[in-house]
């Protein structure tokens, strides 16, 4: 757990939804005093997934997001990836489960 000092931090964190720090996933959600740690269910997570190895003229969001769909549910493209022109990967969020039984 996490303790923010201030509601403008915890909503900062929480905004950014997920962090990773030396191969560990931290989700950030909201937590309330009255709330039992042991009731949080932590059944998904937002991520940012780089895609690499495309053809350089199918390397486009239209091409991606039908392969990405299959895994998981897209979110969102970034900025770049949006943009025109031919690139060498894209980013995109996905929200992705945390129980290994559902992948």
Same mark, same amino acid.
């Given at each position: 757990? +996490?303790?923010?000092?201030?509601? %403008?931090? /915890? *909503?900062?964190?929480? *905004?950014?939804? &997920?962090?990773?720090l030396?191969?560990?996933? !931290?989700?950030? &959600?909201?937590? !309330? #005093?009255?709330?039992?740690?042991?009731?949080?269910? +932590?059944?998904?997570?937002? +991520?940012?997934? %780089?895609? @690499?190895?495309?053809?350089? &003229?199918?390397? &486009? #969001?239209? $091409?991606? %997001? #039908?392969?990405?769909? @299959?895994? /998981? /549910?897209v979110?969102? $493209? *970034? @900025?770049?990836?949006?943009?025109?022109?031919?690139? @060498?990967?894209? %980013?995109?969020?996905? /929200?992705?489960?945390?129980?290994?039984?559902? !992948?």
């Amino acid at each position: 757990m +996490l303790h923010c000092s201030n509601i %403008r931090d /915890r *909503d900062n964190l929480v *905004d950014q939804e &997920t962090a990773a720090l030396n191969g560990a996933l !931290f989700v950030m &959600t909201p937590w !309330f #005093p009255q709330a039992s740690v042991q009731a949080f269910k +932590l059944k998904e997570a937002c +991520l940012w997934v %780089r895609v @690499e190895g495309l053809p350089l &003229t199918a390397a &486009t #969001p239209a $091409f991606v %997001r #039908p392969m990405l769909k @299959e895994i /998981r /549910r897209v979110l969102y $493209f *970034d @900025e770049e990836s949006m943009g025109p022109g031919i690139k @060498e990967f894209l %980013r995109v969020k996905v /929200r992705v489960p945390l129980e290994l039984s559902k !992948f």
